[in-house]
């Protein structure tokens, strides 16, 4: 019984012992310790190696990710230099606009957003004794060509403009054309006078059988800013294409009758030339800047009158002029329209774009539908230049003049010929042209 007994309680210390042990080395459970026992550790290996496998397709997905943000921060940074680009380009026509506005008094008018107020009645007195004005009637005055207001009885409009309406009149029994400047021009433009006396002056000083002839001129801004001319009542436009200006369709033609002769257009090309080329020669030169050719005039013989220099300048040798303010965007030369300093190269682009049409008898880049500031933008940035006449018989007049024209319109001004040059060059055309005419009848009967 006594060894039973001690035998049944060895056995219980043994195993409580054995369960004391056991519990030692047990883990503890997460919210009654710090430790973790071996089997808990196996098993936290076991979750980082999988979290690990799980993680490689996220990273993976996001360097896609990444990629694809950096090409879109690529693209949005090509876009902002293509859109700076044209802003600053826009900015450019934009700011030519303006300075054309305030220089022909328009800028009061669009800000304003009414109708020109009416011409205050009588003499203004702070026109009347500006400086140029004084010395300009000074001058008429000593050279015999001021012209008394109530010497010139006005009759019909006979042409408009921005700045000033033309009318035909009557000066000494002599019929006139009359070009009366808007008086709205003078009250909403300080440079209305500077403008007024340097047309007159320029005018004043041409002694040129194919420049329009100065008669006189009548100084009382705001409302009797005359200039009298001798009459001219048709255009090189009209003459080439008919009335009516250039039609809003391509294949419109408001020609009554069939277009002039090859040999006449050569001609009127020749006489715009000389013209240019005295006022060129001048010193200081003439710039006429507003080349077009509804600023030509003819006579009852068809011989030309370049006219309206509203927008001359004088410029002396070796001199640029600054840009921005002149000139019709079809006829004008790139470095103009870029408001770039310039020279009197912009004329002989003008007179490229001139003969061209001369030559083709079609209004320029009449096939295309672009409005004017989208043509200046295309010559500009992608050298657009009207359509050449296609020159099916390979006749040696349309060669040359085709390469004349080519030259005139350059885009860089350094490579454009001198008028005394093209004056040359067309005299040479024109006498091939009139000994190949009698000789023989080898020419494309429909450019002649």
Not at 159 to 183: F, H, L, M, Q
Not at 238 to 253: A, F, Y
């Amino acid at each position: 019984m006594f060894k039973k007994s001690f035998f049944h309680h060895h056995d219980e210390l043994e195993n409580s012992s054995r369960s004391d042990t056991t519990a030692a080395i047990q883990p503890q459970s997460a919210s009654g310790g710090c430790f973790l026992g071996f089997n808990k550790c196996f098993e936290m290996g076991s979750i980082v190696s999988t979290d690990q496998r799980r993680e490689e397709p996220s990273i993976s997905k996001l360097n896609h990710k990444v990629l694809d943000l950096e090409r879109q921060v690529q693209k949005h940074k090509e876009l902002q230099f293509t859109y700076k680009k044209r802003m600053e380009r826009t900015q450019d026509y934009l700011k030519h606009c303006l300075q054309i506005a305030q220089e022909n008094g328009f800028l009061d008018l669009i800000i304003q957003n009414n109708d020109p107020p009416p011409s205050p009645p009588g003499r203004n007195p702070t026109l009347q004794h500006h400086s140029e004005l004084v010395a300009l009637v000074d001058t008429a005055n000593r050279n015999g060509w001021y012209i008394a207001p109530h010497e010139i009885e006005l009759h019909e409009k006979i042409g408009e403009g921005s700045t000033a309406n033309i009318y035909r009149g009557t000066w000494r029994g002599s019929d006139v054309a009359v070009k009366c400047i808007n008086p709205h021009f003078f009250t909403s433009n300080d440079k209305a006078v500077t403008f007024f006396a340097q047309e007159i002056e320029t005018l004043a000083k041409q002694r040129h059988r194919f420049v329009l002839q100065l008669t006189g001129a009548c100084f009382d801004p705001p409302n009797r800013a005359w200039f009298v001319t001798e009459l001219l009542t048709m255009t090189l436009e009209e003459w080439l294409h008919g009335p009516g200006g250039r039609p809003k369709q391509p294949m419109t033609t408001r020609r009554p009758g069939p277009v002039p002769s090859l040999g006449l257009r050569l001609a009127r090309a020749l006489e715009i030339a000389q013209a240019m080329q005295y006022l060129h020669e001048q010193r200081p030169k003439v710039i006429h800047r507003d080349l077009k050719p509804s600023n030509i005039f003819l006579d009852n013989d068809l011989h030309v009158r370049v006219g309206d220099f509203g927008h001359a300048r004088f410029l002396r040798d070796e001199e640029m002029a600054l840009s921005g303010d002149t000139g019709t965007y079809v006829y004008m030369a790139p470095e103009v329209i870029k408001c770039e300093a310039y020279n009197e190269k912009c004329d002989v682009y003008s007179f490229g774009i001139i003969m061209n049409e001369l030559i083709t008898t079609e209004y320029p880049y009449i096939q295309i539908h672009y409005g004017p500031a989208q043509i200046a933008m295309e010559v500009v940035e992608g050298n657009l230049r009207p359509r050449l006449v296609e020159d099916k018989n390979n006749n040696i007049i349309i060669r040359e003049v085709i390469d004349l024209i080519c030259q005139s319109w350059n885009g860089d001004p350094s490579k454009r010929p001198s008028f005394t040059t093209i004056t040359s060059l067309l005299k040479k055309i024109i006498v091939i042209q009139n000994t190949m005419m009698e000789s023989t009848n080898t020419i494309n009967p429909n450019l002649m």
